[in-house]
């Protein structure tokens, strides 16, 4: 599974700053997820706790924040949101446009460590 790999190196990540911070685990995790990233919240969910069986992360909450794919359309003249099928064309006028300015996040956005 495409995602255990990613969550993998998310939860090699976290491990890595609660361990030089001194924590004792971690309550959350915070992930910001394009809906271009090329993966899903359900399979993000379903890896997380294989991903950190047995690490200083098992058991944390996984908080997922999903971004918009939008692409900048010159002929509108706006950010048009697209889907996953996107298909180099603005939604709204068929422009041809492969202008992408969001969607493609996959990053750690906080993490909530225990140090008691
Ligand atoms: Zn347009």
Known sequence: ???????????????????????????????????????????????????????????AILEIETIQAQVWCPQCEAKQDIDEFFALVCPQCSTPTGNLVSGKEFEVTFADLRDN
């Not at 700053?17 to 394009?34: D, F, M, N, W």
């Open 1 to 59: 599974m495409h995602e255990l790999g990613l969550l993998t190196g998310v939860v090699t990540a976290v491990t890595q700053v609660a361990e030089s911070r001194g924590a004792t685990g971690v309550e959350k995790v915070g992930l910001r997820v394009g809906t271009m990233s090329g993966t899903h919240e359900e399979a993000l969910c379903g890896a997380w706790p294989l991903a950190t069986q047995g690490t200083l992360v098992d058991g």
